[in-house]
């Protein structure tokens, strides 16, 4: 089936610790992203990009990197600069270009906690 | 990037023609307006997408002033399954950001 797969559904970090959220598709979508939600809240852009080897920082790019080495891999490392992870992390693709080109395809989604 | 104003939350009733509207009054011509909508613990759904008069699909429309500051979902004769988060984004393909969305709950 086509679609976007994020893994794991639900992860744990301790404090001071790296921890890589993965996220793949098989849409041969150009465009990727990565959310952030809290409680509540609305989701919050951290990085995307558009084109293998390029990504560009959305409004929370602080405490985390991404990667853009293949068409269908966008993984997302929270670091250990990221003081407050514990958050709703959610990938996204998008086909730039043709009549729906605002339309993005989310996977399940990981749930981070720090303990 | 085009900012966007919605209401934080709205009640309609089963069967009630829901009209959700969104203030953007610095969208550039190259931008498109979008709608999703969530439900808990899950990613944002693609709703609809315009550019300038009007679009409808099989479960909305919408509607876009000429000047295009504003937007209108309409979802006609909404249910209970319909009570969920609805975004607006405004923006070019490729770099799109969501506000805090409008919480519509409908009531049997």
């Known amino acids: 089936d086509g679609g976007i797969t994020q893994s794991p559904k639900y992860l744990f970090r301790k404090e001071g610790q790296n921890v890589t959220l993965s996220c793949e598709q098989n849409l041969n979508h150009d465009a990727m992203y990565w959310y952030r939600q809290d409680p509540g809240q609305g989701l919050r852009l951290i990085y995307y990009s558009q084109i293998v080897n390029d990504f560009q920082k959305g409004d929370i790019a602080e405490g985390y990197s991404v990667s853009r080495e293949k068409k269908e891999s966008f993984p997302l490392t929270v670091t250990s600069a990221q003081k407050n992870p514990t958050a709703f992390y959610l990938c996204?693709?998008?086909?730039?270009?043709?009549?729906?080109?605002?339309?993005?395809?989310f996977g399940q989604g990981t749930r981070l906690t720090v303990v | 990037l085009a900012k966007t104003t919605q209401p934080i939350s709205m009640d309609s009733y089963e069967g009630q023609e829901v009209n959700i509207t969104c203030s953007h009054n610095?969208?550039?011509?190259?931008?498109?307006i979008t709608w999703y909508q969530q439900f808990p613990s899950q990613g944002p759904r693609f709703i609809i997408q315009?550019?300038?008069t009007k679009v409808t699909n099989e479960v909305a429309s919408l509607f876009i002033p000429a000047d295009r500051k504003s937007s209108t979902l309409s979802l006609p004769r909404v249910s209970l399954s319909d009570t969920a988060v609805y975004y607006c984004l405004v923006g070019r393909p490729g770099d799109m950001r969501f506000g805090a969305g409008t919480r519509l709950t409908v009531k049997p």
């Open positions: 610095n969208i550039a011509t190259n931008d498109y």
């Open positions: 996204a693709s998008s086909q730039i270009g043709g009549t729906r080109s605002t339309e993005a395809f």
């Open positions: 315009g550019y300038k």
